[in-house]
Nanobody
Framework: QLQFVESGGGLVQPGGSLRLSCVAS????????MGWYRQVPGKRLEWVGS????????KYFPSVKGRFTISRDNAKNTVYLQMNSLQVEDTALYFC?????RGQGTQVTVSP
């Protein structure tokens, strides 16, 4: 059974940083590409970025490229989302994702 536990969200001022973590279980993590998504209530789910299984290939949504970095530690079954230069528009519930399966998410709120 695939399971994901996201953590690391919180309240931060514009320009600040947060690092989100997602611990996964129930599948062969080291061979699985992983994604991060976010959602604002009333809006569609938005893809943030992805990382391949080895961890040497990443892709990002244009609005976060250069500010967000995805990494992973396969020994810990964990994928990370380092978020720098946060903007109010980054406020959302963030999820890690594997083939459409996600956890409960972690809330990120960027506010002055």
């Amino acid at each position: 059974q695939l399971q994901f536990v996201e953590s690391g969200g919180g309240l931060v001022q514009p320009g600040g940083s947060l690092r989100l973590s997602c611990v996964a279980s129930g599948f062969d993590f080291s061979s699985a590409a992983m994604g991060w998504y976010r959602q604002v209530p009333g809006k569609r789910l938005e893809w943030v970025g992805s990382i391949n299984g080895v961890g040497n290939g990443t892709k990002y949504f244009p609005s976060v490229k250069g500010r967000f970095t995805i990494s992973r530690d396969n020994a810990k079954n964990t994928v990370y989302l380092q978020m720098n230069s946060l903007q109010v528009e980054d406020t959302a519930l963030y999820f890690c994702d594997r083939a459409g399966r996600r956890g409960q998410g972690t809330q990120v709120t960027v506010s002055p």
